[in-house]
């Protein structure tokens, strides 16, 4: 079996033999790399990300120990560097998780959808390889509108009832709301326990799990609650998507095709000709294409967060689309949209305007619409969201400075964008306008 360990500081390996089979992964020679996004992205940010890039995976030779994994990508950060293990029937590996397990004490949190399909699962992996852990669980209410400081207390009563100590650590086994949650609990109980994340959603396993970026929602804003917040490592079984219903599969490859635009037109290629493989896990195709995707998002997340952990610069990439998304969120309510539905609004409005201000071709924003409402996604904010609505929820966004409001926004070729506060407000206003039925 091919065994790739890539690290983020270096150019991303082929995981799947790409050419000539159209499901099969994205391109993944480095030849690829180089013509695409990732040269430009690299030259781009002065040294550091470009050195990051630069070669490719290790392969090791002969057979794996029993405590491999046949994909691995390691995010780099120093003494917080932790490893993503990526596979199939990694719900199984206890061994893993062991090894990233500091202290006697487990905590599993998870939500009542999750728990009846994998927790007992989970937990027995972890009891049969190392049977002195005492492995504890607590089940939380499933749903965005969940994600607030009450639920999050559910965890630290759990924790305090169970008398866990500072060797703690949590374990994160759900998508993106049991993660940040998890991950943030475990940053403030004793002010600071240990942390695995185990994503279940595409969402989780592409973006959510990777970089630490841990919190809950307040009513007046998404995501303002939080802390950055590395875990120990990262567990992603491909195989926990089978029972992901395709509507929440659809809503993580929005960030997939986020992270074709703004980085990546190699990948956002693919995704064009392989996006009907991805959202359709009934699909023969689904389970090499979703994991090939998975892979290449991940060395992508995590090249980006070893440059750049606390967003800082580069980072804020990753926004694409999110300041519009981020207003469509709380102004229908948590939970309505679900969040990369609301990306998917966004990423639509984010190329609109990009378009707009001239700084893309109109052609690849049509692409960028299709490729979302390809998905199933939707491209239009609620019929009832006025472009007052927008600016005023726009305004408490974190990536806004002084005052002024910043967006990520596509510039140039396919696969490279810019973060910035200086665009015409009038091209803003029309793509308000434009997009917003209700005009308030
Ligand atoms: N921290 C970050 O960097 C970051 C990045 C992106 C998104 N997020 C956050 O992630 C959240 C969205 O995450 P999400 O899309 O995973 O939503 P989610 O966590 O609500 O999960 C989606 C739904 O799928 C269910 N589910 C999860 N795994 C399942 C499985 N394997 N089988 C069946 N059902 C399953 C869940 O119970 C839930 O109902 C948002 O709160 C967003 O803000 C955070
Ligand atoms: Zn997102």
Not at 177 to 203: E, L
Not at 264 to 289: C, H, M, R, T, Y
């Amino acid at each position: 079996m091919e065994r790739s360990v890539a690290t983020a500081r270096r150019r991303p390996t082929p995981r799947v033999a790409g050419p000539g089979s159209r499901a099969r992964g994205p391109p993944r020679t480095s030849k690829t790399y180089h013509a695409g996004g990732w040269r430009r992205a690299a030259s781009s940010l002065r040294g550091g990300l470009a050195s990051a890039l630069r070669a490719v995976s290790q392969e090791k030779g002969g057979s794996m120990t029993e405590s491999e994994v046949s994909h691995q990508v390691d995010v780099d950060l120093g003494d917080r560097s932790y490893p993503i293990y990526i596979g199939e029937n990694l719900l199984d590996r206890g061994d893993l998780l062991r090894k990233h397990i500091p202290g006697k004490q487990v905590l599993i949190v998870t939500n009542e959808t999750i728990a009846p399909i994998y927790l007992e699962r989970v937990t027995r992996v972890i009891r049969e390889a190392d049977p002195a852990l005492q492995v504890e669980s607590v089940v939380l209410p499933d749903g965005e509108q969940h994600k607030n400081t009450e639920v999050l207390m559910k965890v630290w009563d759990r924790a305090m009832e169970l008398r866990f100590n500072r060797k703690a650590t949590f374990v994160a086994l759900g998508g993106g709301v049991i993660g940040d949650m998890t991950g943030f609990a475990a940053s403030a109980f004793q002010r600071g326990v240990h942390f695995i994340q185990v994503p279940t959603t595409v969402m989780a396993m592409v973006d959510s799990s990777v970089g630490g970026k841990t919190g809950v929602n307040h009513p007046l804003g998404k995501n303002m609650i939080g802390a950055f917040y590395q875990p120990n490592c990262v567990l992603i079984d491909t195989l926990a998507l089978r029972s992901l219903p395709n509507r929440e599969t659809a809503s993580g490859v929005s960030e997939i095709i986020k992270y074709g635009l703004i980085w990546d037109a190699d990948l956002f290629k693919w995704l064009e000709e392989n996006i009907d493989s991805l959202v359709d896990s009934g699909k023969p195709e689904f389970g090499e294409a979703i994991a090939s995707a998975v892979e290449r998002s991940c060395l992508i997340k995590a090249a980006v967060v070893a440059q750049d952990e606390r967003e800082g610069g580069i980072r804020a990439f990753l926004n694409l689309g999110h300041t519009f998304g981020h207003a469509v969120e709380t102004f229908s309510g948590y939970g309505t949209y679900l969040h990369g539905e609301a990306v998917g609004v966004g990423l639509a409005m984010a190329a609109d305007l990009s378009a707009r201000l001239g700084w893309i071709t109109e052609d690849i924003r049509d692409r960028a619409i299709a490729l979302v409402q390809r998905c199933d996604l939707p491209t239009r904010p609620p019929k009832d969201m006025t472009p007052d609505d927008f600016i005023q929820l726009m305004a408490v966004d974190k990536k806004n400075v002084d005052g002024s409001l910043r967006l990520v926004l596509l510039r140039g070729e396919l696969g490279t964008c810019v973060v910035t506060s200086e665009f015409e407000n009038a091209k803003l206003m029309d793509t308000l306008n434009e997009y917003c039925e209700a005009l308030g």
